[in-house]
């Protein structure tokens, strides 16, 4: 938790730590992996543990006393997280006995999360990266498979989430975000746009390092990348 004071010079200062009690693993396990904030409550998603549920709701009404109220036992690492309607919509990776890239879980009674509804997209296991809903669609991405690494689902019953169309990228697709009917996906060094009227028209942009994460703001698109260990963010402008 960070402190922001708005003077001049902004400063920002480190106010609280928070450590998810009882949850196990070896190195690189039970680590944040994603994170969502909605109405006083953070929803932190790990990596696999050995020990203790992979999403979890953390009550942060009072910042500075952050608590445990719930968690959801995912069984693999989460990627990534998105709140909408009382439901959280968690890609995750996959195996042979999880394959789902994506679970619904119902969180209008945080204490108490419980699982409405799983997608699984046909022809391989692919693990889930990200997701970015606009109204009663949800565009799911993928990392490289045998088969589409975009899917565009329909989750007007948000427990029954259901393929409307999908694209084949060729890559991983390691996040997404979706602006006035034309989606930006983050391959691993190049930003790839298209519209969803049209999915061949494809325009790329290439951005230097390993891929991070994937922003848009009014109408500037920020993409985060590694290089060599630093990072570096990119602002693209239409």
Known sequence: VFERTVVSPETWML???????NVEGDTGSG???AIAFKDGFIYLGLTET?????????????PLSPARIGSYDVGKSV?????????AFVTKSVDTGSP????????????????SGVF????????????????????????????????????STPASPTSVATKDIGASLWDIVVRS???????????????LSDPTDVTDVSVAGDAASLDCESNNIYVATNVSG???IYVVAP
């Open 31 to 33: 680590i944040g992996n």
């Open 50 to 62: 050995s020990a203790g549920d992979e999403f979890v709701i953390i009550d942060v009404h009072n």
């Open 79 to 87: 990627t990534n997280i998105l709140i909408k309607n009382g439901y």
């Open 120 to 155: 699984d997209g046909p022809q391989s296991n692919a693990h889930g990266e990200s997701v970015y809903a606009v109204g009663d669609e949800l565009y799911l991405a993928r990392a490289v498979s045998s088969g589409s690494e975009f899917y565009r689902l329909d989750i």
């Open 181 to 195: 009917g034309r989606v930006f996906g983050l391959l691993h060094n190049t930003l790839r746009s298209f519209p």
């Open 230 to 232: 630093a990072a570096r």
């Open 100 to 115: 789902e890239e994506l679970v619904v879980i119902h969180v209008s009674h945080p204490t108490a999360p419980t699982l």
């Open 15 to 21: 106010k609280r730590t928070y450590k998810v009690p």
